[in-house]
């Protein structure tokens, strides 16, 4: 039995709370350089202001490419909410293993990094892997202003919103070119990639067709004597770490419906529940670990006593060599194909 598993993306909203005046004592916890600066000049916010604070996590993964804040990408969610007048504060915590440069058109804004009323001003700050940074900046300007990662890819994956300054009267004409920019982000685009194992006991693989929420996929694995399963399923990605499914499992003997959920548990260990249209049940237990730069182990184990082990050494990008153990096909060696 195979299984393809990989983590998901995470769902959420933006959480704006009003404070008063003071901004609080959080520091931002990230690169030491940050701590350094210091501002020649004093920048302190106006007193007396209303205070926004917007908590932002910086979410998403490598392995299908998407990136968010909360959990939405710009499509799903688009502004920002802030008022003209207000000291206006973001707190941006990022949960991914990515450096994020997030930069904020229109603005410059203070890094609070222990330098009291001296911290430095700027307009693009990194945020390090599993660190919060904390911003502050005057809401002294009007209409949208955009605030995104840097990365350019991240942006066009999904890692952006529109800051609004509510109460801002858009060019209509503005306002529709936006709605079909934001209509045309490829955030919700499908993309398409697989890999194939051709191996001296047998063949499997898989080929996954996804964008922000939804994932096509269909899997097989077949020996060189004709015997053969097939996995074809429709995914729903709940989060970043949860996923619903529902599709067939069909072999020489007789095809099932199946549904299931997949949840990766911390050190990305990958479980998966599913019950069959006879009302049994499965549970299936799996990861990858990286040995050494070129190697890396992947196992799986299930209740129905299936399991399987196999070592990829990777050659380039495209080809790794491949050997293999597995409770049906038994071992074998050969060449993994990634497209």
């Keep these: 039995m195979f299984s393809t598993m990989m983590a998901e993306m995470g769902g959420g909203h933006e959480t704006m709370t009003m404070k008063g005046a003071g901004m609080g004592d959080l520091v931002t916890r990230g690169w030491p350089l940050y701590a350094s600066l210091r501002s020649p000049r004093p920048t302190a916010l106006p007193a007396g202001r209303p205070v926004r604070e917007v908590r932002l996590e910086l979410t998403g993964n490598m392995d299908r490419y998407v990136w968010s ?21 973001f707190v941006l915590v990022n949960k991914t293993m990515m450096h994020h440069p997030m930069h904020l058109h229109g603005h410059f804004f203070r890094v609070v990094n222990g330098q009291g009323d001296h911290a430095p001003l700027k307009h693009t700050v990194d945020v390090a892997p599993m660190k919060t940074t904390v911003i502050e900046f005057q809401a002294d300007e009007e209409k949208d202003w955009f605030f995104h990662c840097h990365i350019l890819y991240h942006l066009a994956a999904g890692m952006a919103r529109v800051v609004h300054y509510e109460g801002s009267v858009i060019d209509p004409e ?20 697989g890999e194939v194992s ?16 939804n994932g096509i996929e269909f899997g097989w694995e077949t020996d060189w004597e004709g015997e053969y399963e097939v996995e074809p399923y429709y995914r729903r ?17 007789e095809g099932l ?30 990861s990858d ?51």
């Excluded at 001296?200 to 922000?212: D, I, K």
């Excluded at 548990?265 to 990958?270: C, H, N, S």
């Excluded at 730069?293 to 060599?321: H, M, Q």
Aim: overall charge negative.
């Design 69 to 89: 804040f909360n959990g939405r990408t710009l499509s799903e969610a688009d502004k920002i909410l802030i008022r003209r007048g207000e000291n206006v504060r």
């Design 174 to 193: 503005l306002e529709r070119a936006k709605r079909r920019s934001r209509d045309e982000m490829e955030d919700h685009d499908f993309f398409a990639w």
């Design 198 to 213: 051709l191996l001296t006991n047998m063949e499997y693989g898989h080929v996954l067709a996804s964008n922000t929420r």
């Design 237 to 253: 990605y709940m989060t970043r770490l949860l996923s619903l499914f529902a599709g067939a499992d069909v072999d020489g003997e």
């Design 257 to 286: 419906a199946v549904a299931g959920i997949r949840y990766v548990l911390p050190f990305y260990l990958r479980t998966e529940l599913r019950v069959d249209q006879h009302r049994d049940l499965r549970l299936e237990v799996g």
């Design 289 to 339: 670990i990286q040995l050494f730069p070129r190697l890396f182990l992947e196992w799986y184990a299930n209740t129905d006593g299936e399991w399987r082990c196999s070592l990829e050494y990777v050659v380039t990008k495209e080809i790794s060599l491949e050997a293999l153990h597995d409770s049906d096909y038994h071992g074998g060696i050969g060449l993994r194909v990634k497209f």
